[in-house]
């Protein structure tokens, strides 16, 4: 299968709630990054991890190398949030390559 | 599935000198981009192209041109190469919409090291 796998593909939300995106990792990564599409081609840099769990705000990652696992939770969403999320994680192996995940298309309705 | 293939891997390149480094995506998309990834500043935007024949300018344009001759391939050129590029540039091709809802896809990324 495809080394990293993200779910869902995309995801409806209404404002207020909350909600996760998942990575899948056909083999043990070396660390997880997640971006936010924002306009044409940008990519904002969400979180970077080595491993456990970190929090910026309404946003919270979780890095489970050995259950090769990452997830993404929003919670209270807003309309701002609404865009596409990708993983990317580095592999082990001294590799500095990322492979990215195929995102998830977030839409927030009010 | 799209796939975007980057050549070459590595490169160690001398100061001074002039680098390629190339992008071909098989998916008959539209846009493409190019991003440096560096610790503390995620990934930049360098060019990106909306079709062949195009180039635009993305957040750190310079010191880098970019060329699209066709749908398939997208260059990175370096023409006097600094240590200040050394770094991993992605690649990546997506198939337009929404400008925040675009659904890209990756190459696996080039090492650049300027010695």
């Known amino acids: 299968g495809m080394p990293v796998e993200q779910n869902p593909p995309a995801l409806s939300l209404y404002e207020g709630a909350d909600s996760g995106l998942r990575c899948n990792f056909s083999?043990?990564?070396?660390?997880v990054q997640w971006f936010q599409q924002n306009h044409r081609g940008r990519l904002i840099t969400l979180f970077y991890?080595?491993?456990g769990t970190k929090e910026n705000g309404r946003l919270k990652s979780t890095f489970n190398s050995k259950e090769r696992y990452s997830t993404l939770h929003i919670k209270d969403a807003q309309l701002e949030d609404s865009g596409t999320y990708f993983c990317?994680?580095?592999?082990?192996?001294?590799?500095?390559?990322?492979?990215f995940g195929s995102g998830t298309q977030l839409t927030v309705m009010p | 599935e799209a796939a975007v293939t980057q050549s070459p891997r590595n490169k160690v390149a001398v100061t001074g000198g002039k680098v390629t480094l190339s992008c071909n995506q098989t998916?008959?998309?539209?846009?493409m981009y190019w991003y440096r990834q560096d610790t503390g500043h995620g990934l930049r935007l360098i060019h990106y192209?909306?079709?062949?024949?195009?180039?635009e300018k993305g957040d750190i344009p310079d010191g880098y041109k970019a060329s699209r001759p066709s749908q398939e391939n997208f260059s990175l050129i370096l023409e006097l190469a600094t240590p200040s590029q050394t770094s991993v540039y992605f690649c990546?091709?997506?198939?337009?919409?929404?400008?925040?809802?675009?659904?890209?896809?990756f190459g696996h990324g080039t090492k650049l090291s300027v010695l």
């Open positions: 990546a091709s997506g198939g337009g919409g929404a400008s925040s809802n675009e659904r890209l896809f």
């Open positions: 991890l080595a491993q």
């Open positions: 192209s909306y079709g062949a024949g195009s180039t």
């Open positions: 083999t043990t990564m070396k660390s």
């Open positions: 998916n008959n998309h539209n846009n």
């Open positions: 990317a994680a580095e592999s082990p192996s001294g590799s500095w390559q990322l492979i």
